[in-house]
């Protein structure tokens, strides 16, 4: 709860008091402070406080009353659509994402699927993605970092000759497991079943970082946890 006042030349401290009903007095608990605003922290939310504030000799100010109300941060959310050149979060991974590699072992197009993300954290300077697949040993298929603070989507990338060309917007393309600093679509290995991916965004309150070379979400938050300030995934599976 934040109070203010208008401040008196020359006073240096201001009693402030309160409860958790009308008809506050001089008597009830106090907290004390050298200036206005004051903001008024440990309140229990939908219940009604009350306040008056004295200083030097004066009388006390106009009882004042509000409720305090929890506020509610809109979530960080990563999401993807079909209709717009994606997927379905939870659903196949389709095709044209998929990895172009070992003569037939998978036959995609490694286009990058749209993904976009709202709700970004208050203090964000940059985002990171990673993609990877627990399924296959962790593997990863994406280290995207320094992605501008002012960038919430990703549009769908057409590769050519299986490599997807990404826009500056879209941050810098680190090293991922295939050994190319690139993306690189879903692979399953044939006989391995359906393999799950999982498309992560961080925002940093770092600006840029070092180089990505491999690395993994774990590994990430790890090195990272102190300048993380929100993330959000989603998954998508394949099969060979």
């Not at 409860?19 to 939908?46: C, F, M, Q, R, W």
Request: charged share 5%.
């Amino acid at each position: 709860m934040t109070l203010s006042w208008t401040g008196i030349t020359d006073i240096a401290t201001y009693m402030i008091h309160f409860k958790a009903e009308t008809g506050v007095t001089i008597n009830d608990s106090s907290i004390s402070s050298n200036s206005s605003p004051y903001v008024h922290t440990g309140l229990t939310n939908s219940t009604k406080y009350c306040y008056i504030i004295v200083y030097s000799t004066a009388p006390a100010t106009s009882e004042v009353c509000a409720t305090p109300a929890a506020i509610t941060v809109p979530t960080f959310t990563l999401t993807s659509n079909s209709a717009t050149g994606g997927f379905n979060p939870g659903s196949a991974i389709p095709v044209e994402f998929k990895y172009n590699f070992n003569a037939g072992q998978c036959t995609g197009n490694n286009n990058f699927p749209n993904l976009s993300w709202t709700n970004t954290p208050v203090g964000t300077n940059s985002f990171v993605l990673i993609v990877e697949d627990p399924t296959g040993g962790n593997w990863v298929h994406l280290n995207l970092y320094n992605i501008p603070s002012t960038t919430s989507s990703i549009s769908r990338i057409v590769a050519v000759t299986n490599v997807a060309t990404f826009p500056a917007s879209a941050g810098t393309l680190g090293t991922n497991d295939f050994g190319s600093n690139q993306w690189g679509g879903p692979c399953p290995p044939s006989g391995t079943g359906t393999h799950t991916y999982y498309f992560k965004i961080y925002a940093l309150n770092s600006s840029s970082i070092g180089a990505m070379s491999k690395i993994k979400r774990a590994a990430f938050e790890a090195t990272y946890s102190a300048n993380i300030l929100g993330s959000s995934q989603i998954t998508g599976t394949s099969s060979f």
